[in-house]
Nanobody, 122 residues
Framework: VQLQASGGGLVQVGGSLRLSCTASGVTLDEAAIGWFRQAPGMEHEGILCISDSGRVTDYGDSVEGRFTISRDTAKNTVYLQMNSLKPEDTGVYYC????????????????WGKGTQVTVSS
């Protein structure tokens, strides 16, 4: 299983970005795909996850409804739409897959992509 995250970059406060996570070696109707982020010196923080059935899990309230997750099964790609970005959203964003199709915390995810950097400037 390989995951390729892309779409990160430098954006100003209040701006938007859409991240993509393309999976290979597994299909989206088999695996759950979650988005996590890591700020310097911090642990992985869960954002949103979408299960094999398309059910969305919100790991917490850190993004306060500003982010949404979606998927395109034909492209085997999961998206993270990020709006109203804040400086505290800065970090490396990772997508991770769980082979049983369930959304677990970071420790429970089986496969990780390399991450894409998001920097929000004020």
């Amino acid at each position: 299983v390989q995951l390729q995250a892309s779409g990160g970059g430098l954006v100003q406060v209040g701006g938007s970005l859409r991240l993509s996570c393309t999976a290979s070696g597994v299909t989206l109707d088999e695996a759950a795909i979650g988005w996590f982020r890591q700020a310097p010196g911090m642990e992985h923080e869960g954002i949103l996850c979408i299960s094999d059935s398309g059910r969305v899990t919100d790991y917490g309230d850190s993004v306060e409804g500003r982010f949404t997750i979606s998927r395109d099964t034909a492209k085997n790609t999961v998206y993270l739409q990020m709006n109203s970005l804040k400086p505290e959203d800065t970090g490396v964003y990772y997508c991770a897959a769980e082979g049983e199709g369930l959304c677990f915390s970071a420790d429970g995810m089986d496969h990780w992509g390399k991450g894409t950097q998001v920097t929000v400037s004020s």
